[in-house]
T-cell receptor, first 113, second 116 residues
Framework: AQSVTQPDIHITVSEGASLELRCNYSYGATPYLFWYVQSPGQGLQLLLKYFSGDTLVQGIKGFEAEFKRSQSSFNLRKPSVHWSDAAEYFCAVGGTSYDKVIFGPGTSLSVIP | GAVVSQHPSWVICKSGTSVKIECRSLDFQATTMFWYRQFPKQSLMLMATSNEGSKATYEQGVEKDKFLINHASLTLSTLTVTSAHPEDSSFYIC????????????FGAGSRLTVL
């Protein structure tokens, strides 16, 4: 069965500290992987995506993610967190064309000044 | 870049009334749109896939007679919550494919429905 897990429900980091949000997936074929960010009361914004090629992908706002097939993981990282990064982060997996994208439960990020 | 517009962004209605939410792709054509429901502090739950010119495909457990979806054009899909009840109160988000590139969904800003 296709699924996405995000082990951390909530993470708190200090501003300027590094960040890593974990994501693991289960998917029958080669997955298309995404990270989205959602601010309160807003829709989702795409941070980055992985389809193929280089397993380290760069996204917007200084985020990057690394695809590790052997670990079925697609963790999101940022070297220095800003207070404006506080939001809900969703990892998602999908297939070809516009197959239904499956979302993880989300990780809530709080940033301490 | 690709933009998906949702309207209204929030709506309050009385129990028993119907509410229509619009989802528009502003600068691209979307043959397929998706409707999600999100409860507070939870992830997105896919409700249905809206296909231009054909019937929507509903996920298991979603009442098609309660949540009417129409995709009459390549830029507009509507979700109508019929005979709304307080338990239908939620955040509804639509997304469309074909905007920012193949295989990538563009999301609307969501619509907050409160049923009194």
């Amino acid at each position: 069965a296709q699924s996405v897990t995000q082990p951390d429900i909530h993470i708190t980091v200090s501003e300027g500290a590094s960040l890593e949000l974990r994501c693991n997936y289960s998917y029958g074929a080669t997955p298309y992987l995404f990270w989205y960010v959602q601010s309160p009361g807003q829709g989702l914004q795409l941070l980055l995506k992985y389809f193929s090629g280089d397993t380290l992908v760069q996204g917007i706002k200084g985020f990057e993610a690394e695809f590790k097939r052997s670990q079925s993981s697609f963790n999101l990282r940022k070297p220095s967190v800003h207070w404006s990064d506080a939001a809900e982060y969703f990892c998602a997996v999908g297939g070809t064309s516009y197959d239904k994208v499956i979302f993880g439960p989300g990780t809530s990020l709080s940033v301490i000044p | 870049g690709a933009v998906v517009s949702q309207h209204p962004s929030w709506v309050i209605c009385k129990s028993g009334t119907s509410v229509k939410i619009e989802c528009r792709s502003l600068d691209f054509q979307a043959t397929t749109m998706f409707w999600y429901r999100q409860f507070p502090k939870q992830s997105l739950m896919l409700m249905a896939t809206s296909n231009e010119g054909s019937k929507a495909t509903y996920e298991q457990g979603v009442e098609k007679d309660k949540f009417l979806i129409n995709h009459a054009s390549l830029t507009l899909s509507t979700l109508t919550v019929t005979s709304a009840h307080p338990e239908d109160s939620s955040f509804y988000i639509c997304s469309a494919g074909g905007g920012t590139g193949a295989n990538v969904l563009t999301f609307g800003a969501g619509s907050r429905l409160t049923v009194l």
